[in-house]
């Protein structure tokens, strides 16, 4: 009996050498639609479905392959006499390769505009259950989803038809790829009708990298990214110089680009080192804001990750350059900048986008055993949103430090004081246990700029002490939350020292 082949496939890319290949090989091809078209204009002898299912295709082709004489000769196990003996006691041929890529149903809901007509007719029914018949009798049938995978598929056929773990593998692959088909549309539906934290929960990444090792060098890693992910997105970002990112640096610079992006207005840069800003700056140009986030914390920014909200010019890459760096992300570089950083080979330079993904709703982190699942932290506060609480109004100068101050400690590990100065952080207290010492490490690092400063805290006082410190070391207005049970004790305390508080009425924990 003639070998067969059903190749179905909207990528068409390499699709006529293959099918050669196979023909050479002593397959008779049966195709549908575009593809028996791109076959036959291409001069390959390929037989219609039609021809095997003596059943035109119906319903604008929403039925075509979904026959008993294809899934028969599918699904039918070559070492089992009784299935052997129904194929051929209804004249079904087997199909010992099967080739299908999916309607383009990924692709169609990332267009702008794109109608939910459109996108529910690119759901594809037919070739998943192709798919899922070959691969479910992978040690009868080969199945191809991929068309990188062709050359090894043909030198696999031409030795016997090729060993069960090689269709193992491949049937591997397609369970793998339909799985992450089925979740997109599973997630396109969860969209469409707004549910909120559905029964089970699908996610879907596809594999950008390997990395080198994770965290340690005893731990194995890979960079995923959503499909379809849009927007300034370290996932999306183009590398354009320097090594190979590493697991600590991806950490790193999301979180460089997420300080970036809460300043959308002006030009700003953020220094990040252990996932905590060093230093942030913001000014009239790249350069000012740059050399703020610089002279914030010299020390710390060795070593770390600058991130700028404005395309690179010549004067801040001769900045960057004289300072170890691990990656600058950016919109863009001039090509001056460029050149000016690339003389040195392992810095990475990435360019990304600045716009903010509205779709990027979630938060996903892992627990052992399960995964905790929140909205983004996408919550800022204007000066309209602020409440006064002391005596004193903070002036609409200290007004503009206490919000700036505010974006920042957002992003800053809990418990988490910011003290800021001239539109640049001057110290940043990170993941304390305790307030008061997130607060004393912030003062430290200020110094004498902490005189005339703000400060920010991430979550309320519960104790008037963090207060008391700060009128030490010169603080002038504070931002803070509010809502303990002792918000009195703090406030009676700024009064006491002249000190100008103000309540968001959010706080912006960050474990």
Request: contains cysteine; charged residues 25%.
């Amino acid at each position: 009996m003639k070998k067969r082949a059903l190749l179905s496939v909207s990528d068409k890319s390499n699709l006529v050498g293959f099918a050669k290949g196979l023909i050479e090989l002593g397959y008779e091809l049966i195709s549908t639609g575009g593809t028996l078209k791109a076959l036959k204009d291409a001069g390959l002898e390929a037989l219609p479905v039609s021809a095997i299912t003596n059943f035109d295709e119906i319903l604008d082709g929403r039925v075509k392959t979904l026959h008993p004489y294809i899934h028969g000769g599918l699904l039918a196990r070559r070492d089992d006499s009784s299935h052997m003996e129904q194929l051929q006691t209804r004249d079904i041929a087997p199909i010992d390769v099967v080739v299908v890529n999916l309607y383009p149903f990924k692709e169609t809901i990332a267009k702008e505009g794109v109608t939910e007509a459109d996108a529910i007719e690119n759901i594809d029914i037919g070739g998943p259950t192709m798919l899922r018949s070959a691969a479910k009798n992978f040690r009868d049938v080969t199945v191809v989803v991929d068309p990188t995978d062709y050359e090894s598929v043909l030198t696999q056929l031409a030795e016997q038809g090729g060993t069960v773990d090689f269709r193992k593998q491949l049937a591997a692959k397609v369970f793998r790829h339909t799985a992450n088909y089925d979740a997109l549309i599973s997630n396109y539906f969860v969209d469409i009708t707004g549910l909120e934290d559905p029964e089970t929960l699908t996610v879907t990444y596809e594999k950008v990298q390997s990395l080198r090792y994770g965290e340690n060098p005893h731990q194995k890693a890979a960079f995923y990214q959503e499909a379809n992910g849009k927007g300034a997105s370290i996932a999306n970002a183009k590398q354009l110089h320097g090594k190979e990112l590493s697991y600590n640096n991806i950490q790193d610079a999301n979180a460089a680009l997420e300080i970036v992006l809460e300043f959308g207005e002006q030009p700003a840069a953020v220094a990040v080192k252990h996932m905590n800003p060093c230093g942030v700056g913001i000014g009239s140009t790249t350069v000012e804001a740059f050399q703020k986030a610089y002279d914030a914390d010299p020390i710390s920014i060795f070593g770390g990750i600058v991130a700028l909200n404005r395309e690179v010019d010549a004067e801040t890459a001769n900045l960057l350059k004289d300072i170890f760096l691990e990656i600058v992300i950016a919109p863009s570089f001039s090509k001056e900048a460029f050149e000016i950083l690339t003389v040195k080979p392992n810095i990475r330079l990435l360019e990304t986008s600045m716009e903010v993904n509205a779709a990027d709703r979630q938060k996903v982190v892992s627990v052992i055993g399960g995964l905790l699942v929140q909205g983004r932290d996408n919550g800022t506060v204007t000066a309209e949103d602020i409440t006064v609480a002391t005596d004193r109004q903070p002036t609409a100068e200290e007004l503009e430090e206490l919000l700036f101050a505010w974006k920042v400690v957002k992003h800053v590990k809990s418990n988490a004081i910011v003290v800021a100065k001239d539109n640049q952080t001057v110290g940043v207290g990170a993941g304390q246990m305790n307030r008061v010492g997130a607060a004393a490490i912030a003062f430290e690092q200020a110094g004498e700029k902490a005189n005339g400063a703000v400060l920010a805290s991430d979550a309320f006082f519960p104790m008037p002490d963090t207060v008391e410190n700060a009128a030490k070391a010169g603080i002038k207005a504070i931002i803070q939350p509010g809502g303990s049970k002792r918000d009195q004790d703090s406030i009676d305390e700024c009064n006491k020292h002249g000190i100008a508080m103000v309540m968001t009425g959010m706080r912006h924990f960050k474990h």
